[in-house]
């Protein structure tokens, strides 16, 4: 199964769209397992996935920080290379915070001696953003410069999918749903 992360966090709530089905529910104390309420499946991955995953703890944002040491060249990236337009840097700590898509953002700040006992994990996830149409992508990518492991490639669990690194070395993989 493909990792998977902030960019594609499933946790926002949202109002169902003119068209789409409406939600049923109903009771099923004191009736048999075949008279109970089914809802469709839900891929991980999918637009349906990420609207309405539903969690034990009423998550609505996922955030995930990271430390850098690269603050500029990081926030060019995500900012200039990869389009995330909505972006704010909160000069007091120099943190840089990155809204990805709608419930889901990144974070990043430079070590802060004043955050003791907060040590850089041994290995960082692998960021995972799903995007509209990866051979797009890859071609203005490609445009700017990015260096990529491969051109797009067919992935088992139904992605087609391309793999990058940000400056400082961590996973960045971008991928939309094979057709």
């Known amino acids: 199964m493909a990792k998977r992360a ?3 966090s499933g946790a926002a709530k949202k109002k169902a769209q003119p068209g ?3 939600k049923k529910t109903s ?8 008279q109970k309420a089914t809802s469709p499946r839900r891929v991980p991955g999918t637009a349906a996935w990420a609207t309405s995953f539903p969690n034990a703890i009423g998550l609505q944002v996922q955030h995930v920080d990271f430390l850098t040491l690269r603050l500029d060249q990081v926030k060019r990236f995500y900012t200039e ?5 909505e972006f704010r840097q909160e000069p007091k700590l120099n943190y840089l915070h990155i809204r990805t898509a709608q419930g889901a953002s990144l974070g990043f700040m ?3 001696p004043q955050m003791l006992g907060e040590q850089p994990p041994p290995r960082e996830p692998t960021l995972y953003f799903l995007v ?5 992508v890859y071609a203005k990518l490609v445009a700017k410069g990015i260096a990529f492991v491969a051109p797009p490639k ?5 992605h087609r999918v391309i793999t990058t ?3 400082e070395g961590r996973t960045v993989m971008l991928a939309s749903e094979t057709r």
Request: hydrophobic fraction near 25%; avoid cysteine.
């Open 165 to 167: 690194q940000d400056p």
């Open 110 to 112: 430079p070590p802060n």
């Open 132 to 136: 509209d149409d990866v051979d797009r």
């Open 27 to 34: 009771n099923t104390a004191g009736k048999s397992s075949k």
């Open 20 to 22: 789409s089905p409406k």
């Open 6 to 8: 902030a960019g594609t």
């Open 81 to 85: 290379v990869l389009g995330f337009k």
């Open 154 to 158: 067919e992935m088992p669990w139904g």
